[in-house]
């Protein structure tokens, strides 16, 4: 008998109740019925962005949501900024480029937070820069940056601030308006609990002034189609029906825990992570570790590829390798959506397994679980 | 008690054990299970297109499926032909003008097939012609377009036949390899009895020589990219997991029944469902009917979008109306993807009722379901 745990940061669990609903008989999406959970669907989400800007829903992955941002705000020879410590933070930069866009780049250390210091010096000396492009946490290197700070910093400028919060969002606590954050990417399949396949775009007042005089070029991705569509409760083109409808039953169970309560049971599902990981003697790689994904590096000698692979194909539990430079190097395991005490102790029993069992030294058995448990309950 | 029925041409209704596929517990996307699972309906999707060339999944509505074969083509001052006589060959002409690239149309009146005799001759005299883009199934109008023909017209030149088969694809009959089509465009909510949110692309060697050369800019829709993580049975950004799943089974469905089969219960749907429509003394829309959808013109002084919402309202019974200049005008009962005999009597019933209890005149009441039955069996 083989049961399966999906411990990666996206896709995550999906609740069982939110998956059945994408099983029901399909709606047309023109129809008062489908327009009613749209809707909500779209009251949900600004909830979850804590926003009463505008929120926008893509039929994409989380990175159709990001180009879609690129193309919505920006015009041939605009001055931008890329904070980046990763993966997902060098995404902005390869998005730009592809639009001929060549940003200047912050790019710190991976396993280090963004330097709000740069960020805030570069703004000072190049009044320019028409927006600021950085990630809430990087699910490469399991960061969270400050985005409160840098919200502050950027609102006293004329520059966007555009974040990537796909596996932030419902998660890690985020403040769209309060903290001044005029662009938020969110996805589906990530603290939201859902399957991918749709991305959400949240925009500021400030945000949309660019959108309506940005030049490049965007059929499918076009904000001002959705916002427009958005008032007869619909979406440009066919949009993902099931999805939606299940992600009305996810938000659902979102209000009722309560983004706060959300927050809180990731706060303390990763900590409990950290402190079963470093009583395994195991350093964690992310110098400011998020709520969402604990990157642990692997033990002198180990690939940590190989961990991953014993864990997935022999006890049928995925946790996550290394991505780029890292690979190899680090080993991720998330606490994010869907997640309980329970399963916390479920990931850090099968590393500390998959250790003993490729005969890794230098750790005393079974005090990971002891460890976390102490703080969980 | 109020049973729905979806009778429009897209979204489809979904076979019950394709749907609970989809609510089963999700896959990661980057592990050997899912890529075994993504390489059979890679696999599947080439016998659908009836193609030896590449086909590639996107996880978007089918416009996004448009948009990137245009951005993959193309480069800024190309030379292109639109052939055109509905709503879905003008969002060609609106997705190509987006990229500043201003396309030679063809236009017909709405209700006619494209005009094969000017594609030749305009391709005769500007040899610079890249693409020519054009519909299978006219899902606006009812209308189906003689691909075969035109693929032999256009395989004779330099330029490549670019063909939305958007609504066409697994109903009615399509060669990709055969005919000479260059890229075919798909989605996952029509003939395939999937949710709405995939596109699917297939391109010949032609067109592909093209996609190494084109030059307008494109990250999320880059089919290089998504040519390259084929190989290692995955995608480029996380796809809708849960509805590949779901659609690997609806493909084993296909299979089962073949494609043969599928385009001729189509055409027998089609034919039984015009033939209902005119024992009710309505005239149908399209003058070269697809067997996708029967555009039917409403009877004089009925605005057709009464009797939509009727149906849908009163009955739970879902047509749809006209787009556009159509609005009003006409209505459209599809018999597309997972649809049988009694499906259609139900539609034509409705249409009926419909008419009875909105007091039109001048036909026969319960001719048309007698008329259709006549030939379904």
């Known amino acids: 008998m083989k049961k399966y745990y999906l411990l990666t940061p996206g896709p995550t669990p999906i609740p069982p109740e939110v998956a ?21 669907v779209i009251e949900g989400l600004k909830y979850v962005f804590q926003t009463q800007g505008t929120v926008l829903l893509v039929t994409s992955s989380g990175t159709g949501g990001m180009e879609a941002s690129v193309v ?31 940003p200047e780049t912050i790019c710190n250390e991976w396993g280090k937070a963004i330097d709000l210091g740069s960020i805030e010096k570069k703004l000072k000396t190049n009044s320019e ?33 555009v974040i990537d919060s796909i596996s932030g969002l419902c998660a890690q606590e985020l403040h769209t308006d309060k903290w001044h954050l005029d662009v938020v990417v969110g996805a589906s399949q990530k603290g939201l609990m859902n399957a991918p396949g749709l991305s959400f775009v949240a925009l500021s007042d400030k ?47 979102i209000k009722k825990e309560t983004l706060e309560k959300i927050w809180a049971r990731h706060e303390k599902l990763a900590r409990a992570t ?15 570790p998020s709520n969402v994904v604990t990157a642990v590096k692997s033990p002198q000698g180990l690939d940590s590829g190989k961990l991953v692979k014993k864990l997935r194909e022999e006890y049928g539990i995925s946790i996550a390798g290394g991505q780029q430079d890292l ?51």
């Open 20 to 40: 059945l609903e994408s099983a029901l008989p399909i709606l047309h999406h023109r129809t008062s019925e489908f327009g009613a959970i749209f809707t909500q």
């Open 72 to 102: 919505n705000l920006l015009s041939p020879g605009d001055k931008v900024l890329v904070a980046s410590s990763g993966v997902f933070g060098d995404r902005w930069i390869k998005i730009l480029e592809t639009y001929r866009i060549k």
């Open 129 to 161: 820069i028409k927006a600021v492009f950085t990630t809430h946490t990087e699910t490469s290197t399991g960061v969270v940056n400050d985005l409160k700070t840098l919200g502050e910093i950027v609102a006293k400028t004329d520059a966007v601030l």
């Open 207 to 253: 945000a949309w002034n660019l959108v309506e005089k940005a030049q490049l070029p965007r059929f499918y991705w076009d904000f001002r189609r959705m916002k427009k569509s958005l008032a007869d409760k619909e979406t440009p083109f066919t949009p993902a029906v099931t999805l939606i409808i299940a992600l009305n039953q996810a938000i659902e169970m």
């Open 274 to 288: 950290r402190a079963g990981m470093q009583a395994l003697n195991l350093e964690l790689f992310a110098q400011n």
């Open 327 to 377: 690979k190899g190097k680090i080993f991720r395991l998330a606490h994010l959506g869907y997640m309980n005490e329970f399963d916390i102790l479920v990931g850090i029993s099968a590393v500390e397994r998959g250790l003993k069992e490729l005969g890794c030294q230098g750790f005393e058995f079974a005090t990971g679980v002891s460890a976390a448990e102490k703080i969980l309950f």
